[in-house]
Structure formats: structure tokens, C-alpha cells
């Protein structure tokens, strides 16, 4: 959560923080703030809203120094009001911090600050820590950055800091723990960026360093960077090349940027196959997990863990190595995964599946996983991401920079990497025949040209959107590989049309939600042509029986469906296992289009942020 950027250089800083605090937007939007430091002067803006309400508070009043922090907040101690607002200051007015994360112990140190005379204003614990920063370098009589590294040895939590002194205007200090810094190395002498990700950066470098946990930068206009860890060991910078384009962070003509990301997936889902499925050959190549294929083969048990959309890919993934490569599979959710002390063994594979690469439960389940001797697999989208360093092995989605904060190509990346996996396990161990395998094979490399057929019926979702935009309830339905489309259809909805919906197997319905169903309710069906088809055809029936309004997703040229559904949008035929990669698709343009009807921030829905890196 929460967006952080930082300029040291020759330039005006605060243009660049506006700019790179747009970007980061989509880590959250409650509040944002800058702090400038101009020779001795320390200004700090800071407001309750968006990053242009911070520019209307900024407008008229001298913004200048070629030292500046900024960062957009989403509150986690302390609701989101200007006094809560980041940047932090301490007694001395000398300091300012930004922070993303929790620190957990902040009670008690506060307690033992406010008793050596330390008042506080906000509610937040970073407060607390540039106060505990603050008491340090007064008392121990030491420089920032070591001031910096003594607190943080006292401090539990997970965090990402910078940390500016008026007194020192050449200095910048950052530090991480269970959340993302990047440094950038501009193209000038004394010139660096930092950034809690690589998108406010790429515009201005291409050469950055991703700080490691434990790691503190300090960052100085005339000797460079140099980075410690909290035990005061120096350690060398790793300067790599981001992989990253302008014009992926664009909205490209597009009203949001969920739109361009639903639009792109028969892209991003081609640059997910790209040089792993062969069908001259017929193989599928993982390069990322070759050194890992036997361990796959040998293993008794997978653990798939993940949070929101990608728990619900790790669904679908369940179903796929369980068809096709025939190891029994756990699906978990992250966030509660460490805290039910559940059993690991050495011979389990776990894949651990975000979006970001930094989800804090993720990461916290990744920890205690390679505690217990498992193999850790990755898969996420964002180069040099946390968990694509700690984790053993793992593939990239390559879907490009995800903004929307409803996540969408992300999804459909994830399931297509999954189903690689599944493919490519099944095959060497023999589980998947020949014939079953090749068919799939071509399915898949089919799969970007139906997605693109599948967007085509856009303006026939757009007219169903506009029939239910009014509902407040929701119902989503499937059976087999189409249940966690069902879940994710709900989550699409709730996200960012604030309209309650939950997902259920359809066989489920019975048991309990058949309760809500009358003749406002919406119940939106996967019932495309496949193994459960006739039960998903009784399952409708229910439905209409108790004069529900049906919204059925169904394969081109389905006839049954068409004369018992309210509406159907049809997608093109394809394999079982693949369908959860179509159906998804009209159900992301519903959930779109009733939000813009409803007038909500598709991009920024309330309450919600992008990178999750707090648990």
C-alpha cells in the first residue's frame, strides 16, 4: 500500500514528485503529501484526498528545492485526514519521513518518547518512528543515516521509509523491510530517484537498484549511494536495467485504465506464451522452473497461496494440476496460511501467486513455506519483485504494468501460466497423453485470438450492464473449472460497482443462497458446453423457478440456455480447462461498465489499493 518517490539531483523536485505520486496513485489515494528541502528551508505539503487536491494546496505557494519526498497514502493507523497525511515531521521540525508498511510495536516506543517529552499530532505509527529517529540523532549526537539504523533495530514491522533533514540538504536516507524500495540512478552526476516500484522512475532512468530487506540507502548529491544493512555492513549496489516502457503506464486513448488492461489480454496472454509453447516441437519450455521439473514430478502435494484475484488463479490452477498432471492440490489463502500452523513438508511444492511480487501475506507465507524445507515456485508480473527474489524459481506472467487497481490481465496471465505448468508436468510424468496434450496445446496457443472475439460482443455487455447497473445484490455461479470464474466475477463487482455479490458452485446455490433469489435478483451463469452442462442447465431452471433474472455466459451456437437465460453472451468453443480464460472476459466488461454507469472511480475504488504489502 501507499506510494513513495524521492528526487535528489540538480532539477526542481517537486514537478517530478507530482508526477511519479500520479503514477503511484494506484498504491492509494486517502491522502498525499511532499516535503521540499530549499538551503535550509523544510516545506511540507500535505492534504486529505487525491494527488490533484494535493496540487491545488501546493498551488500558490513557493514549491521549490532540488531535494524533495513525496507520497499518496492509504490509511492504515489513523482514518485518511490532512494531519495523518505523510510526510512526518519530529519535535525539532528538522525531519521529515514517509513510510509504507506497520510498525508493529509503535505503542510502546511512543510511550517511552511521550515520557521523555515528546508530543504527538497524527494517529499514525510513523509518526512515532521519525519522533524515535529524531530522539536518536539528537542524543546519540550521530548522523541521519546512522540515526536511521539505530531505530530501526528497535522497531518491528514491515516497512519502507525515506527520511530527509533540513540540516543536511545533499542527503537522502531510505530503508526497507517487507516492502519495496527502488532506487534510481539518473543520468547526471548526483542524480537519484526513489520509488516504492519502478513506474514513476522509468521516464527519467533506466538503471536502478531494487533495495534489499534489511538494507538501508544512503543517498548523497556528491558521494553517490552507498547501502548498509541494519548490522552496519557495507554492501555493494546491484545497478540492473528496467525492463519497463512509458508507454505501458499510459492510458492509450482508453476512459480508464481497467478498460486498456481488459482490452490487452489477448496480448498480455500472448506474451505469456511467447517462447514456452512450441507446437512445431509440441512441448512447453518453463525455463524459469527447468531446474525444478523433477521436483514437480516427484512431489506429493502442491500449495497454491495467493490473495484476492490471485487466490481465485490459484483456483483454477487446483483444477488444472489435479486433471492434468494428477498431484493432489491445496489451495490456500495467504493471509491465513501462516497463523493456522499448517503442515509442510519437504517434498511439497508451493506456488505462490501475486500480481505485484510484493503482497505482504504472500511474502509471510512464503517465509514459513521455505522454514519447513518446501520448494517455493513464483509467479508474478513485476521484474524484481520481492517474492521473484526469495522464492526458489518461478515464472513471470509478462503482462505488462497492471493500474487499474481491479486486477484483470493479471488474472488471465496467472491462469495461463498455471496452465503451462499443469501442461508441462503432466506430460513428463505421463499423466496427460499425447493426443490430450497436443489438443490442449493448440487450444492455448487459440486462446489470444478468442479472447479478441470475446471482446467483440463489448457493446452487447455494455446494453446488459445498463439493465441491472441498479441492482444490490448479485449472484455468480459455475460448476467445475467455471467456479472460480463465478468468484471472480463477484469480487470484479464488489470491487468497484460497490454492489454486494457473491460467487457459489452452482450446485451450492441450493444450499442456502436459493434463500435471496427473487425477481430482482441477477444471477450471472458460467454455462458453457462441457462436462457439467446439463447440471449447470438444472441449476438454471432453479433459478427461473423462483424468477430470478439469469445472465448466462454460453458457447457460441448453445440454444438450450438461450431459451431459459434473460441474456446471453456467447464466447467461443474451446477445451474445459481453458474456459475459465474467456468467460472471465464479459464479466470484467459487466462489472466495468455497471461502475461507470454508477458514476464510481473504476481505476480507484474506495478503500481499496493496488500492492497490498501490509498484512
Known sequence: MCGIVGYLGAKQAYPILINGLRRLEYRGYDSAGVALIDGSELRIFKCQGKVSDLEAHVNGHPATGTLGIGHTRWATHGPP????????QATSGDLALIHNGIIENYAPIKEELVQRGHSFRSDTDTEVLVHLIDDIQRTEGVELGEAVRLALASVVGAYAIVVVDRKDPDTMVAARRSSPLVIGIGEQDGEFFL??????IVEHTRNVVYMEDGEIAIIHRTDGLRLRNIKNQEKTPFIQELEMHLEALEKGGYDHFMLKEI??????????LRGRLNLVK???VLGGIKDYEQKFIQAKRVLIVGCGTSWHAGLVGEYLFEDL??????????SEFRYRNPIVNEDDIVIAISQSGETADTLAAIE????????IIGICNVVGSSIARVTHAGSYTHAGPEIGVASTKAFTAQVTVLALMALMIGQKKGTLGGSSFHRLLNELDAIPDKVQRVLATEAQVKYIADIYKDARNALYLGRGYSFPVALEGALKLKEISYIHAEGYPAAEMKHGPIALIDDEMPVFVIATKGSSYEKVVSNIQEVKARKGKIIAIVTEGDRVVKELADHTIEIPETADQLVPLLSVIPLQLLSYHIAVMRGCNVDQPRNLAKSVTVE
Not at 490532512?82 to 512526518?88: C, L, S, W
Not at 498432471?325 to 495467504?334: G, K, N, S, T
Not at 514459513?368 to 520448494?375: N, Q, V
Open 81 to 88: 485526514n490532512d494531519v495523518n497525511a505523510h510526510p512526518h
Open 195 to 200: 520509488a516504492s516500484d519502478a513506474t514513476p
Open 263 to 272: 482490452h490487452e489480454q489477448p496480448r498480455s496472454i500472448r506474451d505469456s
Open 282 to 284: 509440441g512441448e512447453v
Open 325 to 334: 498432471a494428477r498431484i493432489p492440490v491445496e489451495v490456500e489463502y495467504a
Open 368 to 375: 514459513l513455506a521455505k522454514s519447513r524445507g518446501a520448494t
